[in-house]
């Protein structure tokens, strides 16, 4: 007899148990070592018997490299360029100081291909990029050195690029479990829209992040830049065909299953523009006709679980609605505020410091000088030494913006304070000139290196009011 019950059992159901935070470890291999799938990434995290959970190494921040000191003692020594500790699961800051012994280590074993290694611009006709006067688009394979270091230089107000490598890769997990219409229904597109600064460059370092992420899965992982100018010039009344032939190669392309592309359509609202408002047009066919063919070229890419689609843009309004019906994940780029601007000029000048630009900087601060006789009389900086007062600035000189608060807040004529400051009165300009504003200054308004701190600020602070006075006259409101 079997007796069916809705009470509960005698012993209860266990709860699944909670998954450990997951540290990812990215391991640069040079060109001349072993082949990164060659190397056993626990033969790289564990070495002559010691362990990074054990010994001097219990300890890691994220977003930090582990020394060459610490890593000296591991097997593969020779063949190691960085290890680089990226981040962390479930992580509600990236400088939490993190115990190995409480997560479990993913590593991923990576080198990074030149530039010109698997780069090319092939035309929709099969002919080669030095056969056609605009080539509609680029393929690059991943990782690749020209876009090493970009993802960690992205700064902006909210994590947004952590938001969109956790929800691909989640996705990708979920992927490998389904199939029929949730996959269908699910396929990896993207957009970046809105106005904003950085978009193209987030796209690229994501592409980037999730080939080292994902090499397990795939053995090779391209970038395919799609010039959407291009498919409307010369061509312009044949767009349609070059479109579909520019979708046929990538489907080509993916049929490779061991190949994981992702492919970049930067601006477009150009490619996608809404059909209604083309309906008045000279060429309304010609261009109707690209929209369909590119809307049907994404549903057909649904169905490969091979390929990302993610698309930059400006101008969200302009776009087909069909189209954004087919984006999974529409995420708005902001420009950057006064704290992300802070950090812009931050990192620009350790770095313009790093290079000779920016001369070193007298560590004042009476605790320090009291210590070293005659700290405080230095009048030139001589040997950059901790004893003569003289440092190349650095993060203590200079630190984020929380600390900053901490230690300088009152100090109004430290370098930080300043630069605080500066950032401040540089609202509404995008994070594309605020990058490039340090240097500029320092081209415009200063005339010998390596340049004081204090010259280089007083320029950024001069640069940034010609720059807003500009844009207050070109604004067409005015």
């Known amino acids: 007899m079997v007796s069916l019950s809705s009470t509960p059992a005698t012993q209860p159901l266990s ?67 960085s290890i680089h500790i990226a981040d962390i699961t479930a992580a509600t800051s990236d400088e939490l100081c993190i115990n190995l012994a409480d997560v479990d280590l993913d590593v991923q074993v990576f080198e990074l291909h030149s530039y010109d290694d698997g780069t090319t611009q092939p035309n929709c006709d099969g002919a ?40 691909t890769t989640r996705m990708q997990e979920m992927m490998k479990r389904c199939s029929g219409f949730l996959r269908s229904s699910s396929q990896l597109q993207k957009a ?9 460059s987030l796209c690229q370092a994501l592409a980037q992040k999730l080939s080292i992420r994902l090499s397990k899965q795939y053995g090779q992982t391209k970038l395919i830049e799609i010039h959407c100018h291009s498919l409307f010039s010369k061509y312009f009344s044949e767009s349609g065909k070059l479109v579909a032939k520019m979708f046929a190669s990538i489907e080509s392309i993916l049929d490779e299953r061991d190949t994981f592309l992702y492919v970049l359509i930067d601006e477009i609202e150009s490619l996608a523009s809404a059909r209604e408002h083309n309906i008045g047009g000279s ?26 689609v993610l698309c930059t843009s400006n101008l969200i309004e302009a776009m087909d609605p069909a189209f954004l019906d087919r984006v999974d994940l529409k995420q708005y ?21 790093q290079c000779g630009i920016i001369a070193p900087v007298h560590y004042y601060d009476e605790g320090v000088a009291s210590m070293v ?10 040997t950059v030494t901790f004893e003569s007062g003289w440092h190349v600035l650095d993060d203590d000189l200079m630190p984020a913006h929380d600390i900053m608060q901490l230690r300088y807040w009152s100090k109004l004529d430290s370098p930080a304070r300043i630069l605080w400051d500066i950032a401040e009165k540089s609202k509404n300009l995008s994070g594309r000139i605020s990058r490039r504003l340090p240097a500029l200054a320092m081209a415009l308004h200063t005339n010998s290196d390596p340049c004081s701190i204090e010259d280089a600020l007083e320029a950024l602070s001069r640069a940034v009011d010609e720059e807003l006075l500009s844009k207050d006259k070109s604004d067409p409101r005015r």
């Open 373 to 382: 006789e005659g700290a405080g009389e230095c009048e030139s900086p001589g």
């Open 333 to 353: 780029v902001p420009g950057p505020c006064a704290k992300a601007r802070y950090e812009i000029y931050r990192m620009c000048y350790l770095e313009l410091s």
């Open 128 to 167: 080669p990029a030095e056969e056609s006067d605009l080539p509609e688009a680029k393929v690059t394979r991943l990782p690749n050195r020209a876009l090493h270091g970009i993802w960690d230089s992205l700064i902006f107000d909210e994590p947004i690029p952590t938001r969109l490598l956790h929800f």
């Open 283 to 308: 060429e309304p066919r010609d261009s109707l006709r690209a929209v369909n063919v590119l809307l049907t070229a994404l549903d057909r890419l649904r169905s490969r679980s091979n390929v990302l």
């Open 192 to 200: 970046l829209m809105e106005s904003g600064t950085g978009k193209t």
């Open 15 to 81: 709860q699944p148990s909670k998954a450990r935070p997951v540290l990812h470890v990215e391991v640069e291999v040079g060109s001349k070592g072993s082949q990164p799938s060659i190397l056993d990434p626990q033969l790289v995290t564990r070495g002559n018997g010691h362990n990074m959970a054990e010994g001097e190494l219990s300890h890691v921040k994220a977003k930090s490299n582990i020394g060459y000191v610490q890593y000296a003692g591991l097997d593969h020594t020779e063949q190691l360029e």
